[in-house]
């Protein structure tokens, strides 16, 4: 009896101290990039955090830029598909063009191959390249942008992923 409380105590002591473990992990890690609220929140809405190592946590971040950068070309499609001004449709058609072609078929993919291959330097290029192509996106209108926050949270969650792929480095 006395030897099987012994273990009750044991493993629940060991599973207090794993998951203080990721809780550090997560914690400790988005200390190091520029939005650590961003990163903590994106990290902590996604279960495979709970056992992932800072790779991991850096392919959590990347899909869900995928999966922002997904929402924002069907957002710019719904605006083209209103019949916008001229200037906000020239706008919108660039905004497509780099976030279906650039992002989304190119910069995305290469950081997550990097990433599974264990070559973080085409990781972090790839999503130091997403972030630009969002910033390129807000500065292709004349006016101000429709889609002003998704450019905005591509862009930080670009950066967050890039720092925290620099700690593989």
């Given at each position: 009896m006395r030897f099987s409380m012994f273990l009750a105590c044991l493993m629940c002591l060991s599973l207090t101290q794993t998951h203080v473990s990721i809780a550090d992990l997560v914690d400790d890690t988005c200390k190091q990039t520029p939005n650590k609220d961003l990163c903590e929140s994106t990290l902590r809405a996604d279960p495979r955090s709970s056992t992932a190592d800072v790779a991991g946590l850096a392919i959590i971040v990347v899909d869900t830029i995928k999966a922002k950068a997904i929402e924002t070309v069907?957002?710019?499609?719904?605006?083209?598909?209103?019949?916008?001004?001229?200037?906000?449709?020239?706008?919108l058609d660039s905004c497509l063009k780099k976030y279906s072609n650039a992002i989304l078929n190119g910069d995305i993919p290469s950081a997550l191959e990097g990433l599974q291959k264990n070559n973080p330097?085409?990781?972090?290029?790839?999503?130091?390249?997403?972030?630009?192509?969002?910033?390129?996106?807000?500065?292709?209108?004349?006016?101000?942008?429709?889609?002003?926050?998704?450019?905005?949270?591509?862009?930080?969650?670009?950066?967050?992923?890039?720092?925290i792929i620099k700690l593989l480095l």
């Open positions: 069907a957002q710019i499609n719904t605006l083209l598909g209103s019949n916008p001004d001229p200037k906000t449709k020239n706008g330097k085409f990781a972090e290029q790839g999503m130091n390249d997403a972030a630009n192509e969002a910033n390129s996106c807000e500065g292709s209108f004349a006016g101000a942008s429709p889609i002003s926050s998704f450019n905005k949270t591509v862009t930080d969650l670009s950066n967050v992923a890039s720092a």
